[in-house]
């Protein structure tokens, strides 16, 4: 087991053991071969982060939702630490400035991105700067207007995930409550016509399908419905431990899904699910709509005394609080301990 270095020496132990040369003087992953050998491999790619800046980082569009989705610790009430609002152009283009290593901004994760009144002024701006732009983590798709639909294919936005749990407004209404499964197809269809018109690849579409009791038995017609529209479909296992799958055999045929719980995911592959969010922290960390570094997007309950608009992402990720909540987080992901709130509880120690 490789010891645990203090804050402030990782820069100094590459440096020792590899002859002076800096982490930025080397462009492919054979670098991390090269690591110390008391530090594995996948340590040694950690151990860089905190002398490499990232090409890419997810920036929070907005915090704000038209829906009342039945499993969203957020719309109940439990974002106090991200606030309600949106990030506005003015920040942006300051981030931006500011930030030029920065290619590559995942714009969505605890709101709906397209309530932000700037983002087609955010799109427009990212395409002049060369910077790409994804809603990876997802959209309900339920709210776009005709202007934001021709500024998604206009600017090349990358890609974005549909979150439809159901086939029909019965099913899909019972987990996004408020929402229109009607109108959330029609507005693919629309996007689907703008692309087919502009003879564009992008935006890229994927459909994201949570498995919940109620919907088990809308998972072939989402299917058909997928691939009617040309867009692949995604089907995730719910992480609510309290989710026990009715029609077992079914859901594994349709959806290919080796495991339909996190304690099945856990036990068959001896991996815990929420390490992987643990990881932005290192490689592509979570800022707040309103610049305050969260370090991943599980934190929604505390965030490091920094913001990113007023230092620069660099300073930020150099600030001893940050660098003290890698180190937490290593240790945990070390000693196999739950890490699903890690980056809050050392957020909240600095």
């Known amino acids: 087991m490789a010891q645990m270095f203090k804050t402030g020496e990782f820069a100094d132990l590459f440096s020792a053991e590899r002859g002076g040369t800096d982490a930025a003087d080397c462009s492919s992953d054979s670098k991390y071969d090269a690591a110390p050998a008391l530090l594995s491999k996948e340590e040694s790619k950690i151990y860089y982060t905190h002398i490499h800046l990232p090409s890419m980082v997810r920036l929070e569009a907005c915090t704000l939702c038209q829906l009342r989705c039945a499993g969203c610790g957020v719309q109940k009430g439990g974002n106090d630490g991200l606030g309600r609002g949106y990030l506005t152009i003015e920040n942006f283009t300051r981030f931006c400035d500011m930030n030029p290593f920065v290619r590559r901004i995942e714009l969505s994760n605890y709101g709906e991105i397209f309530l932000n009144p700037d983002l087609v002024k955010i799109m427009h701006h990212a395409k002049k700067k060369g910077i790409l732009l994804s809603a990876h983590n997802g959209s309900n798709f339920n709210t776009v207007s005709d202007e934001q639909m021709l500024a998604l294919v206009e600017t090349g936005f990358r ?175 070390r000693t196999k301990r739950s890490t699903e709130t890690a980056s809050a509880s050392a957020a909240r120690s600095v």
Request: charged share 25%; hydrophobic share 35%.
């Open 159 to 333: 890609s974005i995930s549909l979150s439809i749990d159901g086939a029909s407004q019965q099913t899909y209404s019972k987990y996004r409550i408020g929402g229109d499964f009607d109108r959330v197809i029609e507005n693919i269809r629309k996007l689907l016509a703008l692309k087919k018109e502009a003879g564009s690849e992008y935006p890229e579409l994927s459909w994201q399908f949570i498995l919940m009791e109620h919907n088990e038995l809308d998972i072939g017609k989402a299917k058909e419905l997928a691939a009617e529209l040309g867009i692949p479909i995604r089907f995730k296992y719910n992480w609510d431990p309290s989710y026990k799958p009715i029609h077992r055999e079914y859901i594994m045929r349709e959806t290919g899904l080796g495991e339909l719980t996190v304690a099945e995911s856990r036990a068959n592959h001896k991996f815990d699910p929420y390490e992987f969010f643990c990881y932005q922290i290192f490689f592509t960390p979570q800022i707040n709509w309103d610049g305050r570094l969260l370090g991943c997007s599980r934190n929604r309950y505390a965030t490091f005394d920094v913001n990113v608009f007023e230092v620069g992402l660099a300073k930020a990720l150099r600030s001893p609080g940050y660098i003290a909540a890698k180190e937490c987080l290593l240790r945990c992901i």
